[in-house]
């Protein structure tokens, strides 16, 4: 009853206007307090922004450490705990960094697909924050995965962008991590002297900050070229100051490479205690920082030496033992290797069924392998123009040149006779007898010139054996050959590619190639027989019959691609027109000799001949197809690996076995490590 009467006491009191203001004022008040408070919690907010960062910096401080140590596991849990922390502040820089970081782990466990995912995922938050440096990182290692795939084009250009990114931004180190990684792509095409001027570059550059970290992986890279060019001593020399550098810091990832790499060097000198030795201080190390790439590694590597030591048993065990983690991480070159391994381990068993089995996996796996580089190599064309200048033609103008010049030196010593007389008769006879032995002198240099360019020529269209039957007989009996080997190359779209080209551009790339050609087949004494447009054919085990003379030939061929592989990638990078090649062989008998008695050639026919074009046409763009005749002659090669192609259809022979033969490779592209960058957090 009170209340009201008050609240009736002041309304009577107060008139409305003034009733009005007092209702505005209490809601300014309230509003105040409100905003007030709206201000406290912002506040409080933006103080707590900061105890989250110092939180997620020490976890990924954490996760460097089990990185450092290869523990994987403990170091992906502890990065994606500090990314939830990174989120809830909105810290872009530092999200970029965490998937960088994430996408790393999974590279070095194998788990490819999921590096590349985190690897992107990483960009648009190293963009939103404007930080160059983490672009530039992410990009340089999504490079460093497309190597590790095969596709160098893809990796070459991520490279190439990553250089760029970081020469703007000035990080020295940076750049020559992705130098080196070019230098890589150099090392799988067996362009050594371009992969070690990169390297070189790269050791310098780390050689300047004293990163011994970096300094490891090149030496290591360094070393490997060596292993490959069977310098052993500087291969060793190398691999023994990388694990020195690494053992300083305690980079237990660096120790188990250069670890690895000395059980290889031993290896490829058949030194199979030492390389042992080595190979079981890796296995020890990647169990236990658990690294299942190492161990898988390891263990077939072992499994390799006890096969070469005839024990099967043991080699069975261990390859079985690499490939089940190599199956689990999914890594498609050492499953293909450890299965090889226990083909030739349960072949010498004679257990023939499961040696099959393990064949076939092979091949799967090789098939696979390879159906991710196929389409990024390329080739490109060469011509060379072959000239024939009649030997003889030449020797006789020679001759022709010399009587007419002793001719006309005869009769000026006459007339030189008549006109000084008796009193210079000496002096006339001294003269001539100099004149005329120094013209003799210069006739005799301009005829072996000549006959040295003409035998240099006749040698150049015709083999030795048959260019001097030709000048002893004027004649060449035709030659039956039981076992020849015909190769024939030929390029794909032909027409297509060269209208892209100029006529002179068209004829310098097709002699580039030719040229290449003709030295790679003089390196392993094989006939060139004749170009045929952009088709070129050789031929093995002729004029003088050879028994290694088929693996020479498929060796040839081997690398005729490789070259072409090369070059196209040369000019991919100038912006020029490429082209692609198939290359086939075949075995058989054939004749050979020469026909006709102008512009002759050395030439061969057969049946065999018509084969080997089908094993050409019916090949693959940057393979080499063989025939099964061939398959079986050198079938137990080591160092080739082949790839049945079941039975294909072949005009006018109806089906044929083919096979897909390569080189067996000495050593796993996991040796050419990558320079990874996951110092962008920095």
């Known amino acids: 009853m009170r209340k009201r009467s008050i609240r009736t006491y002041i309304q009577n009191k107060i008139d409305k206007g003034e009733y009005q203001k007092i209702r505005l004022l209490l809601f300014f008040i309230l509003y105040s307090i409100w905003a007030m408070g709206q201000n406290n919690i912002n506040t409080a907010e933006t103080f707590n922004a900061d105890p989250f960062k110092k939180k997620a910096d020490s976890l990924v401080a954490t996760a460097n450490g089990y990185i450092k140590k290869g523990d994987f596991s403990n170091a992906l849990r502890t990065v994606q705990k500090g990314l939830t922390l990174y989120k809830t502040i909105k810290d872009h820089k530092s999200i970029g960094n965490c998937f ?48 590790y795939l095969g596709n160098y084009p893809k990796a070459l250009d991520h490279y190439k962008q990553a250089v760029t990114l970081n020469e703007e931004a000035n990080n020295q180190k940076q750049t020559a991590a992705a130098i080196q990684n070019i230098g890589n792509i ?107 790439l190492y161990k898988s590694l390891s263990l077939i590597a072992i499994g390799k030496i ?115 007389g008796v009193g210079f008769l000496v002096l006339t006879l001294a003269v001539g007898l100099w004149s005329r032995l120094n013209f003799i002198r210069k006739s005799k240099a301009v005829l072996q010139i000549e006959k040295d360019r003409s035998e240099h ?46 006529p002179k551009e068209l004829v310098e790339e097709i002699n580039t190639c030719f040229k290449a050609f ?60 490429a082209f692609e090649m198939r290359v086939g062989i075949h075995v058989g008998p054939i004749v050979a000799g020469i026909v006709g008695v102008k512009k002759f050639q050395y030439d061969v026919w057969g049946d065999t001949v018509n084969t080997a074009s089908r094993m050409e046409s019916n090949g693959a763009i940057g393979k080499v197809n063989i025939s099964q005749d061939t398959y079986l002659l050198i079938k137990d090669e080591m160092d080739l690996t082949f790839n049945y192609r079941g039975n294909i259809d072949v005009k006018g022979k109806g089906t044929m076995k083919m096979y897909f033969v390569t080189k067996t490779s000495n050593s796993q592209k996991r040796l050419l490590n990558p320079a990874f960058d996951i110092s962008s957090s920095s």
Do not use: W
Request: proline share 2%.
């Open 100 to 147: 960088n970081k994430i996408a790393s782990i999974h590279y070095y466990q194998g788990n490819y697909p999921e590096a590349l995912s985190n690897y992107d995922q990483s960009l648009p938050f190293y963009k939103n924050a404007n930080f160059t440096k983490g672009v530039a990182s992410s990009i340089n290692n999504k490079g460093a995965i497309y190597f």
């Open 186 to 292: 150099y090392v799988e095409l067996d362009d050594y002297a371009n992969a070690m001027k990169h390297f070189q570059i790269a050791k310098k550059t780390y050689e300047t900050f004293s990163d011994k970290k970096t300094l490891s992986q090149v030496l290591n890279a360094i070393g490997e070229i060596y292993l490959k060019q069977e310098e052993y001593t500087k291969a060793q020399a190398h691999f023994d100051q990388a694990l020195q550098l690494a053992n300083q810091i305690d980079d237990k990832q660096r120790i188990l490479e250069a670890l690895f790499n000395l059980g290889d060097v031993y290896g490829a000198q058949k030194e199979y205690k030492k390389s042992l030795a080595y190979y079981y201080q890796t296995l020890a190390l990647a169990k236990e920082i658990k690294n299942t």
């Open 306 to 420: 006890n096969f070469k030591q005839s024990k099967n048993n043991l080699a069975a065990i261990n390859c079985k033992k690499g490939l089940k983690i190599a199956n689990d991480l999914k890594t498609i070159s050492i499953q293909r290797d450890a299965c090889n391994c226990l083909y030739k381990v349960y072949k010498s068993l004679h257990n023939n069924k499961i040696a099959l089995a393990y064949y076939e996996q092979s091949i799967d796996y090789n098939d696979s392998l390879h159906a991710k580089q196929t389409a990024d190599k390329i080739l490109n064309m060469e011509f060379e123009k072959q000239i024939l200048i009649d030997s003889i033609a030449h020797v006789e103008k020679s001759r022709q040149l010399q009587v007419k010049h002793q001719q006309v030196v005869q009769k000026k010593e006459k007339q030189r006779n008549v006109i000084l």
């Open 457 to 502: 020529l006749l040698l150049n269209i015709l083999p030795e054996e048959i260019a001097q039957e030709l000048k002893q007989k004027g004649y060449v009996d035709a030659q039956d050959f039981e076992t020849a080997s015909i190769l024939f190359t030929d390029f794909k779209s032909f027409t297509e590619t060269a209208s892209k080209l100029s």
């Open 518 to 577: 003709d030295a790679i087949i003089d390196r392993y004494g094989i006939e060139k027989i004749k170009t045929i447009g952009d088709a070129y054919m050789a031929a093995g085990g002729l004029p003088k019959p050879n028994t290694n003379s088929v693996k020479k030939t498929i060796l040839a061929a081997i690398e005729m691609q490789e070259f072409v592989i090369k070059r196209k990638l040369e000019n991919e990078m100038l912006n020029k027109p």
